[in-house]
Structures are given as structure tokens and as C-alpha cells.
């Protein structure tokens, strides 16, 4: 197989696009500097496909390394072929290659191997042959041999049967043809072990539904519930299709009594050995496909939180709540340091709600408090209350927010979260993280295991391996997109840049606090480990928001410093001029992008992102998102009517539609047939996580507290 040629057809790429990326996979660089940097190169290939791209080749590396793996064993057994060359040649996945080398693989005992092991080979040679007409009961006679176990004619046919029966399972192009007409034509179903249990799977008490048609989160919620012992789960086939297929291509005789012994063996062979194997095969890709679903899902939402824009220049004061052990509060100022912590009382069964608003009222008006972070957990809704009469009684106008408190437990008790709190109470730890999450999303979840941060579907249910390196990817292409600050942060978000691991990221802050802070990019190679290999696909994504060249504070890698340099002198500008933010308008004094671009020996659209960095310095891309909805009174589930229309925020994003919060403690569901008056295959397609949205109340259901949203105003 030529692998550049089967990834350009794929990708639908040009030659050159795939040749550079692999090159560049190949020397080590990074995905966010490929990217970033490295545009000419790829044709602007954006991150999501350059993992994808990766991940496809080490497949089809994986793959030719097992084919040169099986030709070598096939060859050494001496039963390798032009054919069988030929069909490895040929084939495109590893389940095609397990096929091919199922005859050959080594096998443990079988009923067919012990048959052979009796000398009953020659006999199943001469019934599969089917050349003459034979009395079975002579032929088989020959074969009666009581030292071997074969005592009469009927033991030595089984034997004979047995080892058809493999052959028949071995045969790669019959495997195929039945994966794939079970797959188009095969029915899952499940039935309940026991159906006088409640559960969440009751839908799946007796169900069933084309296997080509059944969606992702059902597969994934089906092998939850078989999983739990809940319910029973098998593939029905097109057996009596699957069953000719098989006898018109064995069966080539005309005697009955041959007909039947081979159809009797093309039974057993189907049943007992490729029916499980096929529908074990099916149940697995069906599964991995539901994962990368509900990967690309769950990491589109990951993505969209982690680049929720931040609160700049608040004084945030954050609430974990609880009942019995009471409400932790913690202040935190401008850049995230904790001015003070406090526990109050305000929910049962304690309720004390006046000493409460004091402590409160006092920590607000002594910092300058002016948003308020509640975490979304037990008791955020006797807390919100609270929180909101408070607010009433203050004399400055302070806001509120119920912010997503998924994964800060996590982080309270981990390791990380000792080391930085370490004379905190975990729920202390809470409270700033609370806090600190409205301030910078991303600085802050980024100490938080993906998983745990609660936009996906089915999380613990998929392959954890493929699962922590594609939301690591998320997570890191998130911080390179928005760019760090070397002088502020932290290890835990120094570690996600792009060639920085996290013993380097370690050591960037133990040099920032030896040294001081610094104040030009260069000087990161004075760190331990950070050599000019690791300086190459980080520097670029790195801020110095104070230092003494402005180009340190953008997206501009230091490679291209000479190329600015010359733009600004061909244009008559100079470095200061950035900095004063008096070259807004230079895009406006190139006629030709690409003339430019050949004068100062650049690509056109690294020249093109030069361009939009000298702009604005120093740009934070998620100040175009839309900001958090502040609010400063609460609405409660018995005062929504059917009809009123509200402003939402988007919280999670799943297959069959959206969860919006409205500022109630129950989210509510715009399922995916309200979301827009056109067709959509995906909610993706119309929302994102943290989009802020009108939503029209279609239906309310106080017991059970559920609330239907429409998008279709």
C-alpha cells in the first residue's frame, strides 16, 4: 500500500499537503506548531484534522508493519501465494488482515485440531473434494480406529465434520460477506433480565432496531445496561441468506446424502464459530463508532468550555454549598490570588441566614466584591435563593452566576490541589476553584481531568486510552489557541503548551521565581531542559505581556521577527508603533498580499497571521465569545408559563439535542427537532457550549422536574 497516496485519497488532499505533514510528523514537531506555523506546508490544515491525519497514519503504518509481520509467518509455513499475496496486498483494515490469517495462525486445541490429531484430515479432504460418488459409511470406514478414539464410522464423519466446519470459518471472503450483509441487514435487540425492575433502560425491556440505522448514544447506553446485568443483548443475521450463501459456494455436488452432511456442517460451522466471532466483530465496530461520536462531541463541548471567555478585572467571591457542613466561601482578587475564606450557614437544617448575609456583606464590601460564583451542586438551589436575596440588600450592584462546578472536587482532593492549598479544607479548595473558573476558564480547568468536567455522554463507559489523548489534544490545542502567559501561569496550564512537558513546565516556574519574571522570550532557553528544540514549537505560543520586545507579547514565533522587521521599515512603521496600537489599519497599505509575501520571502499566510497579530498585540481570541449572563434575581420552576420566551446559556451538547440553563436550578431541553426550522443530522451544527441563546418554554413538568425548550421562536 502506498500510505501517502491512501491518506491523500482519504483526506482529499494534495500530494504536497500530505508529503510535508508527514514530514513534519516525522521530525518530531508538534501538532499545534504544524498548525500554527508550519501553514504553507500543510495548506492550512487547522489541529482537528492534523490529529486526525496522525492518528490515520500510525494506522496504516500499524497495518503494513502486521501485513510484512503475517507474509513472513505464512512464508516460513510454506503456504504463501501469489493469491493470498495478492488479498494481503489489497487489504485496508486489520479485521480484513485477521481474515486472511486466521488459517494460518497458530490455534489452540479445537475440535477440528483434535480430529486431525485422530488422522480424520484425509477423510475431510474427500468429502470437501465432492468429486465422486461415494457411500459414506465406506469411505469412512477405513477411519475406525479405537487406539485413536474414532470407534465407528458416525465418530470418524464428526471428526471429518469438524474439521469442514473450520475450513468453512476460515474462508476470509465468506467472513466478509457476512459482516457485511449482517451489518445491512442484521437487528439488535435487547431484553430485560428482569422486567419488573425499574431502571433507566426500561425503553430497552424489549427492543430491537436495525443495526444500520441504530445511532451512536443508543450503543453506548445498550452496552451501559448489558454491562450493569440489566439487560440481554444479541445480533439477529439474515441466517437463511447467510445459510445459502455459504451452501451455494461449498456445496458442488448433486448427492443427497453429501448435500446433507455438508449442510449439516455448514450449520454447525456457521453457529458454533462465525456467528459469535461476526457478531463479537460487529458489536465492537459499532461500539467504536459510538466512542468517536461521542468523542467529537464531547471534545467540540470541551472546547467550546475551555474557551469560555474570562472576567477580566472582577473581584470574584466563589460558593461551594452544602447543608449540613455549610456553605464555603472564598474571595479571590483580579488575578486569582485568595484574599480570604469563610464558612456560612445560610441552608438547613442550620439556616442561618442572618448571620450568613453579615459575613457576607462584610467579605463584599471589604474587597470590592462584585460577582458572585455559585457552584451547581447539592444545595445550589437553597444557596442561589439566598444569594439573591442578598444581593437586594446590598448597597453596589453585585451579580451572580451559577457556574458548572463539575471536576472541582476532583481537583480539591488531588495531589495538585494540595500542593497549592495545602492549609485549605478540600471544600475551601472548591470554593476558590468556583471562583477562579468564572475568571479564566481555561486556567483553571485545565487542573481538572477532562472526563471529570462534565460535557460529555458515556465517558467511563468508552476506551479510556483513546479517551484521555483525545481530550489532552482538546485541552491542548485550547491553550495554544489562546496563548499563555510565561509569567502567570501556572504549571498545570505551562504543561499544555505546545513542546512543553510537564517537568518543564516545573521548571519554568521554579526559574520565574529564582530568577524573576522574564522579560523576553530567549530567556526561556535558559531553562533546565528547555532546549532550542522545545523553544521552536513553544516559543510562538508563549506571552511576555511586559517585556521589552512587543512582538513577545503575540503570535508571532521568533523565526518571523526578521520578517517583521523588514515589513515595518518597507512601510515606515516601527515596533513602538505596535505597541502604541497605531497599525490597526496596515492591512489597508498592501495592495497585493502575495507580492508582499515574495518581497520579504514569506509564505502568504504566515505574512496573512503577521498581519492580524501586529493588529492587536496581545489579543485574547475569546474575547469574541459571548460573555456569561449575570444575573441578579432568580426565577423559580413554578413561575414559568408554557410560551415565555428567555435568554439561556448553553451547558451541554449531546446527540439529541442541548441542555439550556434559564436560569433556574433545573437545565432544560431543547431536544434536537426544536433546535432550528431546518433539517440538522447533529446539534453541533446549531449550538455550542456557552452560546447564549433565546429559548421559547414548551412544556414544564414540575414533579419530575423537566422543562422543554424550543429554539423555533
Not at 500510505?3 to 494534495?14: D, G, P, R
Request: negative net charge; charged residues 30%; proline residues 4%.
Amino acid at each position: 500500500m502506498n500510505i501517502a497516496k491512501e491518506l491523500q485519497n482519504e483526506f482529499q488532499l494534495q500530494a504536497f499537503q500530505v508529503e510535508n505533514t508527514i514530514q513534519l510528523i516525522d521530525e518530531g514537531n508538534t501538532i499545534p506548531f504544524i498548525a500554527r506555523y508550519r501553514k504553507e506546508k500543510t495548506g492550512s490544515l487547522n489541529d482537528v484534522i492534523l490529529r486526525e491525519f496522525a492518528q490515520r497514519l500510525q494506522y496504516l503504518r500499524t497495518l503494513e508493519e502486521k501485513k510484512e509481520q503475517i507474509l513472513v509467518t505464512i512464508k516460513e509455513q510454506g503456504k504463501l501465494t501469489p493469491a493470498i499475496q495478492d488479498q494481503l496486498a489489497k487489504a485496508v483494515t486489520l479485521v480484513e488482515l485477521e481474515d486472511i490469517y486466521r488459517p494460518f495462525r497458530p490455534k489452540r486445541r479445537t475440535r477440528a485440531t483434535i480430529a486431525k490429531e485422530k488422522g480424520l484430515e484425509p477423510l475431510a479432504q474427500i468429502l470437501w473434494g465432492q468429486k465422486e460418488k461415494i457411500n459414506l459409511q465406506e469411505v469412512a470406514q477405513p477411519y475406525i480406529d479405537p487406539q485413536k478414539e474414532v470407534m465407528n464410522t458416525e465418530e470418524a464423519l464428526q471428526g471429518a465434520q469438524d474439521i469442514i466446519a473450520e475450513q468453512v470459518s476460515d474462508e476470509p471472503s465468506y467472513r466478509q460477506y457476512i459482516r457485511k450483509v449482517t451489518l445491512q441487514e442484521g437487528i439488535l435487540s435487547t431484553k430485560a433480565k428482569d422486567d419488573k425492575m425499574a431502571s433507566v433502560y426500561e425503553m430497552y425491556y424489549d427492543y430491537e432496531e436495525p443495526l444500520k440505522k441504530i445511532p451512536g448514544h443508543r450503543i453506548l447506553a445498550i452496552n451501559r445496561g448489558e454491562k450493569e446485568k440489566i439487560l440481554n443483548v444479541k445480533i439477529e443475521a439474515p441466517v437463511e441468506k447467510i445459510m445459502g450463501y455459504l451452501e451455494y459456494h461449498v456445496i458442488q455436488t448433486g448427492q443427497e446424502e453429501i448435500i446433507r452432511l455438508l449442510q449439516a456442517t455448514i450449520a454447525d460451522s456457521y453457529k458454533r464459530l462465525i456467528a459469535p466471532a461476526i457478531e463479537r466483530e460487529i458489536r465492537n465496530e459499532l461500539t467504536e463508532k459510538a466512542e468517536e461520536g461521542a468523542l467529537k462531541v464531547f471534545s467540540a463541548n470541551l472546547q467550546q468550555l475551555l474557551l469560555q471567555p474570562p472576567i477580566i478585572g472582577e473581584v470574584v467571591l466563589g460558593v461551594d454549598p452544602a447543608y449540613r457542613t455549610g456553605c464555603k466561601v472564598a474571595v479571590v482578587d483580579e488575578i486569582g490570588k485568595v484574599l480570604e475564606t469563610a464558612v456560612v450557614y445560610p441552608t438547613p437544617p442550620q439556616q442561618k441566614i442572618e448571620e450568613s448575609k453579615r459575613i457576607l456583606g462584610q467579605m463584599i464590601e471589604k474587597y470590592k466584591v462584585t460577582v458572585i460564583a455559585i457552584g451547581n451542586g447539592t444545595a445550589s438551589r437553597e444557596t442561589e435563593q439566598f444569594i439573591a436575596e442578598l444581593i437586594q440588600e446590598l448597597p453596589n450592584k453585585v451579580y451572580y452566576v451559577i457556574v458548572n462546578e463539575a471536576g472541582a472536587s476532583v481537583y480539591s482532593a488531588s495531589a495538585l490541589g494540595t500542593e497549592e492549598f495545602p492549609d485549605f479544607d478540600v471544600s475551601l479548595r472548591s470554593a476558590v476553584s468556583i471562583a477562579r473558573r468564572l475568571q479564566d476558564p481555561l486556567a483553571e480547568l485545565v487542573k481538572i481531568d477532562p472526563k471529570s468536567i462534565g460535557v460529555g455522554q458515556y465517558q467511563h463507559d468508552m476506551n479510556q486510552k483513546r479517551l484521555e489523548e483525545t481530550l489532552q489534544g482538546v485541552v491542548e490545542n485550547s491553550v495554544n489557541q489562546v496563548g499563555v502567559d510565561v509569567n502567570m501561569a501556572s504549571f498545570s496550564l505551562l504543561q499544555y503548551v505546545a513542546g512543553i512537558t510537564k517537568s518543564v513546565a516545573k521548571n519554568i516556574v521554579a526559574y520565574r521565581e529564582e530568577k524573576g519574571i522574564f522579560t523576553k522570550r530567549e530567556e526561556l532557553l535558559q531553562v533546565s531542559q528547555l532546549g532550542p528544540k522545545a523553544f521552536k514549537q513553544c516559543a510562538g505560543f508563549l506571552r511576555i505581556r511586559e517585556g521589552k520586545n512587543i512582538l513577545d507579547n503575540t503570535g508571532v514565533h521568533p523565526e518571523s521577527y526578521e520578517v517583521v522587521k523588514k515589513l515595518l521599515q518597507q512601510l515606515g512603521y516601527t515596533l513602538k508603533d505596535i505597541q502604541n496600537h497605531t497599525v490597526r489599519s496596515i492591512k489597508d497599505q498592501i495592495g497585493s498580499i502575495s507580492e508582499l509575501a515574495t518581497q520579504l520571502d514569506v509564505g502568504e499566510e504566515t505574512l496573512t497571521d503577521i498581519l492580524q497579530e501586529l493588529a492587536k498585540p496581545g489579543r485574547d481570541p475569546r474575547e469574541e465569545m459571548p460573555q456569561p449572563i449575570l444575573r441578579q434575581d432568580i426565577l423559580e420552576l413554578e413561575d414559568l408559563k408554557e410560551g415565555m420566551i428567555l435568554e439561556g446559556t448553553v451547558r451541554n451538547v449531546i446527540d439529541f439535542g442541548a441542555f439550556v440553563d434559564i436560569g433556574v436550578h433545573q437545565d432544560g431541553l431543547v431536544h434536537i427537532s426544536e433546535l432550528s426550522d431546518r433539517y440538522i443530522r447533529h446539534p453541533l451544527e446549531v449550538v455550542a457550549v456557552g452560546d447564549i441563546v433565546k429559548v421559547r418554554i414548551i412544556s414544564i413538568d414540575v414533579p419530575k422536574k423537566r422543562i422543554g425548550l424550543s429554539m423555533k421562536i
